[in-house]
């Protein structure tokens, strides 16, 4: 499912406009990226939680070269899945 999809069925089940239902899902996805930008955790219950993972810098290696490369320290998005969802993608 696409975010258009995800407006387009919106849309249909609340009897919205296009354009309601982008600013809906829209302030959404902003609210989840700030909280996550401000080191934040969102939780769904029966769905699952963001939160992010934070990785010291490391030495790698560039696959095309063999040369080693020194890797910054990052910060990345981690999705757990809830229990609920892994029952019913299981069956």
């Given at each position: 499912?696409?975010?258009?999809?995800?407006?387009?069925?919106?849309?249909?089940?609340e009897?919205?406009?296009?354009?309601?239902?982008?600013?809906?899902?829209?302030?959404?996805?902003?609210?989840?990226?700030?909280?996550?930008?401000?080191?934040?955790?969102?939780?769904?219950?029966?769905?699952?939680?963001?939160h992010?993972r934070?990785?010291?810098?490391?030495?790698?290696?560039?696959?095309?070269?063999?040369?080693?490369?020194?890797?910054?320290?990052?910060?990345?998005?981690f999705?757990?899945?809830?229990?609920?969802?892994?029952?019913?993608?299981?069956?």
């Amino acid at each position: 499912m696409t975010k258009s999809d995800l407006i387009t069925a919106l849309s249909k089940k609340e009897n919205l406009t296009e354009k309601e239902a982008t600013k809906v899902i829209n302030l959404v996805f902003d609210g989840f990226t700030d909280t996550l930008k401000n080191g934040g955790r969102i939780e769904i219950r029966g769905f699952g939680s963001f939160h992010v993972r934070k990785y010291d810098a490391y030495r790698g290696r560039n696959p095309k070269t063999g040369k080693v490369v020194q890797v910054k320290p990052k910060k990345l998005p981690f999705f757990k899945v809830g229990r609920d969802l892994k029952k019913m993608v299981n069956g």
